[in-house]
């Protein structure tokens, strides 16, 4: 998937494990369409953990973070957690800030969001 400003690459780890790479920025413009993409992966993949690999993310809107805090209490309600990789200390930042970075599980890099996942 691509939008303004917004690249999407879905890969799918193993047997239960679904990875979102997103590249570029996260804002009004591409936040729906990553919203409706990270609800289908969930959707589709229900027993599948969920892997955002935030590292190519370079900015996030209130949009943006909408659409990453109800994908979230999607996968919530499916059991398991959002997690999301190296994302830049700003957004992590704007997150905690909004007193939501507790909605999701964080990693530094893929190899320990997969070991994450992995130990439940």
Same mark, same amino acid.
């Given at each position: ?11 799918? @780890? ?14 009004? &413009?591409? &936040?729906?369409? &990553? ?15 969920? @892997? ?11 949009? %943006?973070?909408? &659409?990453?805090?109800?994908? !979230? !209490?999607?996968?919530?309600?499916? %059991? ?18 909004? %007193? ?21």
């Amino acid at each position: 998937m691509r939008g303004p400003g917004l690249t999407v690459t879905r890969e799918r @780890i193993g047997e239960s494990v679904e990875c979102l790479s997103f590249e570029g920025g996260l804002d009004m &413009a591409s &936040a729906l369409e &990553a919203r409706e993409t990270l609800l289908g992966v969930i959707s589709e993949s229900r027993q599948a953990e969920v @892997i955002v690999d935030f590292r190519g993310v370079d900015f996030i809107d209130s949009s %943006g973070v909408n &659409a990453l805090v109800r994908a !979230a !209490a999607a996968k919530r309600r499916r %059991g398991g957690d959002l997690v999301l990789v190296g994302c830049r200390s700003g957004i992590r930042q704007m997150l905690d800030r909004a %007193g939501i970075a507790g909605a999701f599980r964080f990693a530094n890099d893929l190899e320990e969001a997969l070991r994450t996942v992995r130990a439940g």
